[in-house]
């Protein structure tokens, strides 16, 4: 069999070209109080359903604090008192609306996360193809480059004045 082929376990695990994908339908179980740890094979089964699970949670709550925001939104009584009352409603019901904005792009990113754990592509750099790193995606999990990648992007920008 060539280094290229596809292997799939009973569990719906595949892995090709020596990177796990995880379905979105494969549960694993994983014990209490698991994280990812350098010892162990990166991106293994394990440590893609830890991903997993922390992404979802993430989303949940953005998702959930979402709908606290624009519930807000509608409750509120338009008609306020004077001026200043109405100007500082109307600072906040902007402010809200930027969190909420903000919420929805980083469901994005955690949906693109969620989507290259099921292709096998996560926790892998998209400019170089090295690990990130155990360590960079538990602190981001939504992280798509690598450290070095990061800090040349973050150059470039400098220098362009972006």
């Known amino acids: 069999m060539n280094s290229t082929a596809t292997h799939t376990a009973d569990n719906g695990i595949t892995r090709e070209?020596?990177?796990y994908a995880l379905p979105a339908?494969?549960?694993?179980d994983l014990p209490k109080g698991?994280?990812?740890n350098d010892d162990e094979e990166y991106m293994n089964p394990r440590q893609l359903a830890y991903f997993r699970n922390k992404l979802k949670e993430w989303r949940e709550q953005l998702v959930e604090e979402s709908?606290?925001?624009?519930?807000?939104l509608r409750e509120e009584v338009?008609?306020?008192?004077d001026e200043a009352e109405r100007a500082t409603?109307?600072?906040?019901n902007s402010l809200e609306l930027r969190t909420r904005d903000r919420y929805r792009k980083l469901i994005s990113?955690?949906?693109?996360?969620l989507r290259r754990i099921?292709?096998?592509r996560y926790g892998y750099c998209e400019e170089t193809d090295e690990e990130i790193g155990v360590d960079r995606l538990d602190a981001r999990p939504i992280a798509t480059l690598s450290l070095d990648a990061q800090e040349r992007r973050e150059h470039l920008q400098k220098q362009m004045g972006d």
Not at 78 to 81: I, K, L
């Open 17 to 19: 070209d020596g990177r």
């Open 67 to 72: 709908r606290q925001t624009m519930d807000n």
């Open 118 to 120: 099921e292709e096998g």
């Open 109 to 113: 990113k955690i949906d693109k996360a």
């Open 78 to 81: 338009r008609d306020v008192g």
């Open 34 to 36: 698991y994280r990812p």
């Open 89 to 92: 409603r109307e600072t906040e």
């Open 25 to 28: 339908s494969t549960i694993i």
